[in-house]
């Protein structure tokens, strides 16, 4: 089996590579160097028409969207446990994933593209504060379900990484309406995580390929 992760530092793609570096899967990295379009190019377009990242291209064939990502991951690497086996269990994973992807993830990107949302003059405070309101909401829930507990579950599982990517993309902003210092758990989590040798291995792949796309550009 062939598998290529089309991968772009800080954004989302972060997430399968940890959880396919959890899994010892063997998979080959296709960076996406988005600050120059390369995600609009016609050649990343046939691979995802949606033109994001990640994409994970299983023997040719592309699967999109990250929640389906690492439930692929999860089932056919079941010996890395990625996932509860309990049925309900992992069912409540999958919902915290789909959280993070539609609940935690909106409130992250205008952070950093405020036009995308409004283009209208002056209004940039006005989108940077909403965003964080909701990062406020989602982050102490978030919170709340980790006190007394190392992971989301009874064991390090694929909702750990998407929620340690929400969260380290958080306090790389300068949050100017929110102070993250106050989600003490989340916090633990995140050093938690820093602590898994995928996620080194993430961080300094991420350097790697950040400091590449500087060269070339």
């Not at 439930?71 to 049925?87: G, H, Q, S, T, Y």
């Not at 919902?95 to 992250?108: D, E, F, N, T, V």
């Not at 750990?160 to 969260?167: K, L």
């Not at 210092?181 to 898994?196: G, I």
Request: aromatic share 12%; charged share 25%.
């Amino acid at each position: 089996m062939k598998l290529q992760l089309c991968y772009s530092p800080i954004a989302c793609s972060m997430v399968p590579y940890i959880n396919l570096t959890e899994a010892a899967a063997d998979f080959e990295v296709l960076p996406v160097n988005m600050g120059k379009g390369q995600h609009n190019s016609p050649e990343y377009l046939r691979i995802n028409p949606k033109h994001k990242v990640p994409v994970l291209v299983i023997d040719g064939e592309p699967l999109t969207e990250n929640v389906a990502i690492n439930v692929w991951i999860a089932r056919n690497f079941p010996e890395a446990n990625l996932l509860p086996k309990d049925p309900m269990k992992e069912i409540k994973a999958i919902s915290l994933m789909a959280w993070c992807a539609s609940g935690i993830h909106p409130g992250l990107t205008p952070n950093n593209n405020q036009k995308r949302f409004c283009d209208v003059p002056g209004t940039e405070e006005s989108v940077k504060q909403c965003a964080q309101k909701l990062l406020d909401e989602n982050f102490t829930v978030a919170d709340n379900l980790l006190a007394g507990r190392q992971w989301f579950f009874d064991h390090y599982t694929a909702v750990d990484a998407y929620f340690f990517w929400t969260f380290i993309r958080a306090i790389r902003f300068d949050l100017k309406y929110l102070d993250l210092t106050k989600f003490k758990n989340c916090y633990a989590h995140y050093d938690r995580m820093r602590e898994r040798p995928s996620v080194q291995k993430l961080l300094a792949f991420e350097k790697q390929t950040q400091d590449a796309f500087t060269k070339a550009a």
